[in-house]
Nanobody, 127 residues
C-alpha cells in the first residue's frame, strides 16, 4: 500500500507564503525512482496541474499561473516532496494534491500518468 500524505495547508493573506510537504511511504514504493507532482482543485473547477519534478530533480515543470511564485523540490532521504508557494493570490485557493508517478524518470503534467494520490490539503488565500 502506497500512501502520500500532504500537510501544511491553511489560511493565509494575499502576498503570503506556504510550504506544503508530501511524505510518501509504502513497502513496495521507491520514492527516489518516482517522478512527483502537485495538482490543485478549486471549488467548482476541475483539478489542474501545478508543478512536477523528475526523479532526478533536474527537470521541473510549472503551470503558467504559478511560474516565478512556486517552487518544487524533493528530499529523497526523507521521501518527501515540497511545494513552496510565495506571493499567494486569492485565485490560488484550492485543495492541493500530491501525486506519484511510480518508477518513472520523467516529469509529467498529465494526471493520467500518476499512479498514487494523496488526500489533499486545503489552501485558502484571503484578499
Amino acid at each position: 500500500q502506497v500512501q502520500l500524505v500532504e500537510s501544511g495547508g491553511g489560511l493565509v493573506q494575499a502576498g503570503g507564503s506556504l510550504r506544503l510537504p508530501c511524505v510518501a511511504s509504502g513497502r513496495t514504493f521507491s520514492f527516489s525512482r518516482s517522478a512527483m507532482g502537485w495538482f490543485r482543485q478549486a471549488p467548482g473547477k476541475e483539478r489542474e496541474f501545478v508543478a512536477s519534478t523528475s526523479r532526478s530533480a533536474i527537470i521541473k515543470e510549472f503551470a503558467d499561473s504559478v511560474k516565478g511564485r512556486f517552487a518544487i523540490f524533493r528530499d529523497n532521504a526523507q521521501n518527501t516532496v515540497y511545494l513552496e508557494m510565495k506571493d499567494l493570490k486569492p485565485e490560488d485557493t484550492a485543495i492541493y494534491y500530491c501525486a506519484a508517478d511510480a518508477e518513472s524518470r520523467d516529469s509529467s503534467r498529465s494526471e493520467g500518468e500518476y499512479d498514487y494520490w494523496g488526500q489533499g490539503t486545503q489552501v485558502t488565500v484571503s484578499s
